[in-house]
């Protein structure tokens, strides 16, 4: 047992068998009455509802459609984010004018402007895609401007004794140094809009994942929300562990 | 090209900062006049794009109002006690995992997977616990600000020097006085940043919420100028709501610096 309770994996383990605890006293917290089953349905009964939120509710589908939503934001957003970045990083002026405006964007409630978005895009996938490129925008260029302004002066003065041309320069030494903390603005920028997508969508009533949450909570159908929302945290986190692990690839090797 | 391993700094020098100047009043009027030419083009459908004086009436006008700061209370009422109850639960979180490796290994995972999770999501559980009133834009505001306060209270115990720890146990110190003279005060920044993000994310989760079931705040009003297509409205809320959030962000961030600096 104490050689057990030693292992690295003892505290997951333990993390594991509390979080099935509590799920286990909820269970019977509801079955004796303490809990309003009206309220929090019984976790039994959200465990057999998947099956059927999935086949019925066309969990696929709308799976695909708030992962295409995240596709072409994240294709914005890289586009202009690095776009701008560079930009930003050329013109040394042109940065120190707009960096702090970028950095107050960041910490503004852009997801606030989605009704403005309504009108001008229609209630649509196009209202959906550009709240999560406004949500992402920010963290990506400013990440691709430190990402550029961090390169080591060792690397610029090798390219330079090359005589790389500043196009050169940049694809050769610029670029592939910054590419770790560019990937890191992406990331965030990726994460800022998935939250955006399925919030937006969630409350426009149209789209994938998020729709359905609102659709299954009009009609009042407790486990099937709860399942949902089960469902958009699974893919939360799935996302998540996987940029990480594309983040952890490109890190440089010490 | 030239410059570029030298970026990361501003020149002090009276010339740059001219320039600097001048580049963003430039940039803004730039801007500006693009608008202009944009809302008198008629390109776009009428009133989606007002004339910046009509924007400008509207933003006098919602200022005058008594009724929008009605709203405003109510919403900084709500997003206040959000960030009170999810603050509170975060620090103790926070110090309870950044105290106990054990206790980290075995939870901290959960809280670093589950924070970037949308929150909103959780809006029908909400409204179903604690009804279509304040108290679920209360709950909204407490589980959005308390996952980055709880994950940077985790940290910053961590960073804390390990000879204040033990300078506080060679006193004897118990378990409150350790958190209320060594942890706290050996926090503040993370504490502080914490708070920051925590306020931000608390105001756009009610907010939100309040745009999607509400009769009152600020959100109400926002959603409330979409039905009724008072565009100018709109913007002018959109504006005074950015200008309120970005200044409370910044005047966080100040008091940190301010107490940093008072602490050294």
């Known amino acids: 047992m104490a050689a057990l309770t030693k292992t690295r994996a003892f505290p997951a383990f333990v993390g594991i ?5 509590a799920i286990t006293l909820i269970e019977l917290l509801i079955r004796v009455g303490v809990i309003n089953r009206f309220i929090v349905p019984l976790p039994s009964q959200i465990a057999m509802s998947f099956e059927r939120v999935i086949v019925e509710e066309g969990i696929p589908e709308r799976f695909w459609l708030t992962l295409r939503e995240a596709f072409w934001a994240t294709v914005l957003l890289t586009v202009f984010g690095v776009g701008i970045g560079v930009l930003l ?15 107050a964007m960041a910490s503004a409630p852009t997801v606030l402007m989605y009704p403005l978005f309504l009108v001008i895009f229609g209630r649509s996938a196009n209202t959906i895609i550009m709240m999560g490129f ?9 990440k691709t401007v430190e990402g550029l302004a961090g390169t080591r002066r060792v690397l610029i003065d090798v390219g330079r004794s090359f005589k790389l041309t500043p196009w050169q320069l940049y694809w050769k030494i610029l670029f592939p140094a910054a590419l770790p903390s560019i990937f890191v603005g992406i990331k965030l920028g990726m994460i800022f809009a998935l939250i955006n997508i399925v919030g937006v969508e969630f409350l426009i009533n149209f789209g994938g994942l998020g729709q359905l ?30 940029t990480e692990r594309v983040e952890q690839w490109l890190r440089p090797v010490n | 090209m030239a410059e570029t391993g ?67 209370g109510v919403t900084a009422g709500e997003v206040g006690t959000g960030l009170a109850i999810g603050g509170l639960a975060g620090l103790v979180v926070g110090i309870a995992l950044g105290a106990n490796r054990f ?27 604690f009804g279509v009133g304040p108290g679920s834009k209360v709950a909204m505001g407490t589980i ?39 942890y706290l ?80």
């Open chain 1, 17 to 21: 068998f509390a979080l099935v605890a």
């Open chain 1, 89 to 103: 990083h050329r013109i040394r002026t042109l940065r120190l004018a707009t960096e702090t405006w970028v950095a």
């Open chain 1, 134 to 142: 406004v949500a992402g925008l920010a963290p990506v260029i400013l």
């Open chain 1, 213 to 242: 949450i609102n659709e299954l909570a009009e009609r009042y159908d407790l486990a099937g929300t709860y399942a949902a929302i089960c469902f958009v945290i699974l893919v939360s986190v799935l996302f998540f562990m996987f």
């Open chain 2, 6 to 72: 030298q970026l990361t700094h501003a020149p002090v020098g009276l010339p740059t900062l001219s320039r600097v100047t001048l580049l963003r009043i430039a940039i803004i009027v730039a801007i500006l006049t693009i608008w202009e030419a944009t809302a008198a083009s008629g390109l776009l459908f009428r009133d989606v794009v007002p004339s910046l004086l009509v924007i400008g009436r509207a933003v006098a006008n919602l200022l005058v109002e008594n009724d929008f700061y009605w709203h405003l």
């Open chain 2, 103 to 129: 206790l980290s290994q075995a939870f901290e995972s959960y809280l670093y997977y589950l924070g970037p999770t949308p929150k909103i999501i959780f809006f029908p559980v909400m409204i179903m616990w």
């Open chain 2, 144 to 182: 959005s600000c308390f996952f980055p306060i709880a994950l940077s209270v985790a940290a910053g115990m961590r960073q804390i020097d390990e000879v204040l720890i033990r300078v506080g146990r060679s006193f004897r110190a118990n378990t409150w006085q350790m958190v209320t003279k060594i």
């Open chain 2, 185 to 264: 005060p050996a926090m503040r920044a993370p504490i502080v940043n914490g708070v920051r993000l925590g306020l931000g994310v608390a105001i756009i989760g009610t907010l939100l919420a309040e745009t999607k079931l509400s009769n009152r705040g600020v959100g109400f009003l926002i959603i409330n100028s979409y039905s009724t297509f008072n565009m100018p409205r709109m913007y002018s809320l959109l504006i005074v709501v950015f200008v309120l959030a970005i200044g409370a962000n910044v005047l966080v961030s100040r008091w940190g610096n301010l107490e940093a600096v008072k602490g050294r």
